[in-house]
């Protein structure tokens, strides 16, 4: 069942005294969401920009490249601040990140999904969309211009929405993927599984 905005503030208000809280921080003005009427809640650009760097890689295997190093030496971390913008040329690509530092609890998941009113100016959010349950840190957000115009992105404005629903089952299971935690947009690692490894061999 997804939560409507109301049930999200409630959530959120009850957070100081659960034990397992939803905790969104900065927290929204908890009396716009309840009269908002959605089903979701808007999360605002944060102040990091992972920037793909020119490679001299022709093909991005992942069975060659080496996990440890390509993070570090095919992007470039920018802070831009509040009052500037960051400018994303056509057919160009940039991982952002929320300002929102998000918890869920162990019965609650989400998604992301992108603004309507942005996509129809050709920006794409195409977000890792599922927030699994324990989930502890700041989203990633996969930003390309898919249109003919550069686009001003500005740190703190609304960029995405937020799509909370309830788990079934009892669980103490949470998140421990390699995304949780962080404040800054990160490529995180990926390989071959052992049956595509497998599966591979000759």
């Given at each position: 069942?997804?939560?409507?905005?109301?049930?999200?503030?409630?959530?959120?208000?009850?957070?100081?005294?659960?034990?397992?809280?939803?905790?969104?921080?900065?927290?929204?003005?908890?009396?716009?969401?309840?009269?908002?009427?959605?089903?979701?809640?808007?999360?605002?650009?944060?102040?990091?920009?992972?920037?793909?760097r020119?490679?001299?890689?022709?093909?991005?295997?992942?069975?060659?490249?080496?996990?440890?190093t390509?993070?570090?030496?095919?992007?470039?971390?920018?802070?831009?601040?509040?009052?500037?913008?960051?400018?994303?040329?056509?057919?160009?690509?940039?991982?952002?990140v929320?300002?929102?530092?998000i918890?869920?609890?162990?019965?609650?998941?989400?998604?992301?999904?992108?603004?309507?009113?942005?996509?129809?100016?050709?920006?794409?959010?195409?977000?890792?969309?599922g927030?699994?349950?324990?989930?502890?840190?700041?989203?990633?957000?996969?930003?390309?211009?898919?249109?003919?115009?550069?686009?001003?992105?500005?740190?703190?404005?609304?960029?995405?929405?937020?799509?909370?629903?309830?788990?079934?089952?009892?669980?103490?299971?949470?998140?421990?993927?390699?995304?949780v935690?962080f404040?800054?947009p990160?490529?995180?690692?990926?390989?071959?599984?052992?049956?595509?490894?497998?599966?591979?061999?000759?």
């Amino acid at each position: 069942m997804i939560l409507k905005a109301e049930q999200i503030a409630n959530l959120i208000e009850a957070g100081k005294t659960t034990k397992d809280p939803l905790a969104i921080a900065p927290q929204p003005d908890l009396t716009d969401l309840r009269s908002s009427g959605s089903a979701s809640l808007d999360l605002r650009l944060g102040t990091w920009f992972a920037v793909p760097r020119q490679s001299r890689i022709g093909v991005f295997d992942i069975a060659k490249v080496s996990q440890n190093t390509y993070e570090s030496e095919h992007t470039e971390m920018h802070y831009i601040p509040f009052d500037s913008t960051y400018i994303l040329q056509p057919r160009s690509f940039v991982l952002g990140v929320t300002l929102e530092w998000i918890r869920l609890p162990k019965n609650l998941a989400g998604y992301v999904t992108a603004r309507s009113s942005w996509g129809r100016r050709g920006l794409i959010i195409a977000t890792a969309v599922g927030v699994h349950p324990g989930f502890t840190g700041c989203l990633s957000l996969e930003l390309s211009n898919v249109g003919e115009i550069p686009i001003a992105l500005h740190p703190g404005m609304a960029i995405c929405q937020f799509f909370i629903h309830e788990v079934r089952g009892e669980s103490d299971c949470v998140d421990k993927s390699r995304f949780v935690g962080f404040r800054r947009p990160i490529l995180g690692p990926i390989e071959l599984d052992e049956i595509a490894k497998k599966l591979g061999n000759k």
